[in-house]
């Protein structure tokens, strides 16, 4: 019952190529998000999305885009993967409507590229 | 610059201590949100609050907001192994924008 799932978990890729990372949520909430953890930096938001076609850029967007044709998938594109996109990926949801909303993160894809 | 200032960014303490972490900003939040993470595993949030002053408590922990909103602190009474992992504080400048994260505390307790 994790309620949202990212996959994959662990991948490997070369430089120039491009990744697509899903996230599936089933609680139906409204608001998604991409973050990107590394060392020394934190969580930092890439994309995220407040409906179905509506999304909009975060603080560290370039090099990566995504989309939501459904409710209960988000997905973001590395369009041409570098080196400096290693990183753990964290998609996290919410209800912006509930009273002291919090995030509810996904386990992450630690992606590594060569 | 890191809008959310954390301190200390890491906490290596005997079990059974006391520790306060710090989560400070220039910026007035519309809340503050406390979340713990684990090795391998996304962040799990402990704790929202909301109103200046704002003071909650989860068994051993105890959370508080300053009184301008622009800060808070994380308390734990006589800590135990299992509270080993990541604090991380994390802010909304305004209600429904999108969290804005600490670099966040790394805390070892051991036995």
């Known amino acids: 019952d994790a309620g949202i799932t990212q996959s994959p978990r662990h991948k490997v890729t070369e430089t120039g190529t491009p990744v697509t990372l899903r996230c599936h949520q089933t609680?139906?909430?409204?608001?998604m998000y991409w973050y990107r953890q590394d060392p020394g930096h934190g969580l930092r938001l890439i994309h995220y999305?407040?409906?179905?076609?509506?999304?909009d850029k975060g603080e560290v967007s370039d090099g990566y885009s995504v989309s939501r044709s459904k409710t209960e998938d988000f997905l973001l594109t590395l369009e041409s993967a570098t080196s400096s996109q290693t990183s753990v990926y964290f998609c996290?949801?919410?209800?912006?409507?509930?009273?002291?909303?919090?995030?509810?993160f996904g386990s992450g894809t630690r992606l590594t590229v060569v | 610059t890191q809008l959310l200032e954390q301190s200390p960014q890491f906490l290596s303490i005997q079990e059974g201590e006391n520790l306060t972490v710090y989560c400070n900003s220039s910026?007035?939040?519309?809340?503050l949100q406390w979340y713990r993470q684990e090795p391998g595993e996304g962040p799990v949030l402990l704790v929202t609050?909301?109103?200046?002053?704002e003071v909650k408590k989860l068994k051993r922990l105890t959370f508080q907001f300053g009184d301008a909103r622009k800060d808070s602190s994380l308390h734990i009474t006589a800590a135990q192994p299992g509270d080993t992992g990541l604090y991380l504080c994390?802010?909304?400048?305004?209600?429904?924008?999108?969290?804005?994260f600490g670099k966040g505390t790394t805390l070892s307790v051991s036995s």
């Open positions: 996290a949801i919410t209800d912006p409507g509930r009273a002291n909303y919090g995030y509810t």
């Open positions: 609680e139906n909430h409204r608001y």
């Open positions: 999305s407040y409906g179905v076609k509506d999304t």
């Open positions: 910026s007035v939040f519309s809340s």
């Open positions: 609050v909301v109103t200046g002053g």
């Open positions: 994390a802010g909304a400048l305004q209600a429904g924008t999108a969290l804005i």
